[in-house]
């Protein structure tokens, strides 16, 4: 690594610390040939498939563009910025559990409506009425249908809000 200083390629690591984040290791160095002191970080590089979308484009993964499907679909909706991020990440993490080097957009969109589901029945409707372009209104009946009942299921078959 070279110094920002004076360009020299010899340095030492004087201190060693993870970041406030834990995501990171921060290292203090010091230029073996100016003796300046400077900071580097280093991350572990996540490794996320291309996306193959419905054409046969292939694209790199956009953590922005399933952030802003999500915050489209929670507009309006009492879902904390937080719970948002929290689900992105979901589906990023997702991705790179991935075995392959290309995953479908179709699997992402999959994901994200089963995080939504969990999320906010609202925000999961808004999702799936423009992933999955419901051609009519049955389609989109069908589609409540199947969160009902999946909601009913999952609280145990109690009826309640």
Known sequence: ????F??????????????KDGDAIRRRRECLGCSKRFTTYEFVEEVLPMVVKK?????PFDRTKIRNGIKKAC?????????IE????KVERACQEFQDKE???SAIGER???????????????????????????EFLEELKDLLHAKKEGEGGKHGG
């Open 55 to 59: 054409d046969g484009r292939r694209e």
């Open 103 to 105: 995953i479908p957009s």
């Open 112 to 138: 994200i409506m089963y995080e939504l589901q969990n999320l906010d029945g609202v925000a999961y409707v808004r999702f799936a009425s423009v992933y999955r372009q419901f051609r009519d209104v049955s």
């Open 6 to 19: 004076c360009a020299h390629g010899e340095n030492k690591v004087i201190d060693s610390r993870i970041s």
């Open 86 to 89: 929290a689900v992105v990440d």
């Open 75 to 83: 507009e309006k909706r009492p879902i904390s910025t937080d719970a």
């Open 1 to 4: 690594m070279k110094c920002p």
